[in-house]
């Protein structure tokens, strides 16, 4: 299903910024099928546009319009619907795995391609209304290798939580929240890191950030805006609501 889109004239767009974008959308959705089995997670949509037309439509009204997008499962509906990016506002150009390549092995392929530092690396199934220039100012003036965007999840335990020291029952604290900073899948990332990822070998983000810990300097974003990973058939349900809020 194709739809031409041109870019609202009285859309309000900030400076560009030439930092380059690449954005995952080469993974198979399995958690989403069988809506996936034809149709590639991003291409779903929500409301009356893909979810990945609603993530390069705000990145283009942040300015960040120099887009690479990272492609396998079903590429080729991604790339006939989004072309060279011009009818969206924004330019777009394509890595292809010839393999799943994991949350961060695709960027190995950037060797070659023109790509402006730091980088910011993002899944293709989120929604996310931070503003993502403040993400990569926040990692330039913090001198870091791998800037995290974290978000604030509340957990509330369905049940009395018990505190024992042995078999002898110390408390119980009924239907406790407990309150983690969880990895939103946004990252901005200095050069030298993402030079550094063979071309040939899948792997994920978490391994490539587990590796800059020890002697390098990861820091976290706190993302207070409204995000979402679309990842299940109950977070589409709940998408526009969401981008209602964004």
């Known amino acids: 299903r194709l739809v031409c889109v041109d870019v609202p004239s009285g859309a309000t767009i900030k400076t560009p910024r030439h930092n380059t974008v690449v954005i995952m959308v080469g993974g198979k959705g399995l958690r989403l099928r069988p809506l996936t089995n034809e149709t590639p997670k991003p291409m779903l949509f929500v409301g009356e546009k893909p979810m990945l037309q609603h993530l390069i439509e705000k990145l283009r009204d942040q300015g960040l319009t ?27 150009r394509y890595l292809r795995e010839s393999a799943p390549m994991g949350t961060a092995g695709a960027l190995g392929l950037l060797k070659g391609e023109e790509v402006v530092s730091p980088i910011v690396v993002m899944n293709g199934d989120l929604i996310v209304s931070a503003d993502l220039t403040k993400m990569l100012d926040f990692h330039t003036s913090n001198s870091a290798e791998i800037t995290v965007g974290a978000k604030v999840v509340d957990t509330t335990v369905p049940f009395g939580v018990l505190s024992t020291n042995g078999s002898t029952i110390r408390g119980i604290e009924e239907k406790p929240t407990y309150r983690d900073l ?23 983000m978490p391994d490539l950030i ?33 981008l209602d809020k964004g």
């Open 66 to 92: 120099n887009i690479i997008l990272a492609v396998n499962y079903l590429g080729d509906q991604i790339e006939d619907y989004f072309h060279d990016g011009s009818r969206f506002g924004v330019s777009i």
């Open 182 to 204: 969880v990895n939103a899948g946004v990252y901005v990332l200095s050069k030298d890191v993402f030079s550094s990822v063979p071309s040939d070998t899948a792997s994920d």
């Open 210 to 242: 587990t590796e800059r810990i020890e002697g390098g300097r990861v820091v976290a974003f706190a993302m207070h805006e409204t995000w979402a990973d679309l990842g299940a058939p109950e977070d589409l349900r709940r998408a526009l609501d969401l």
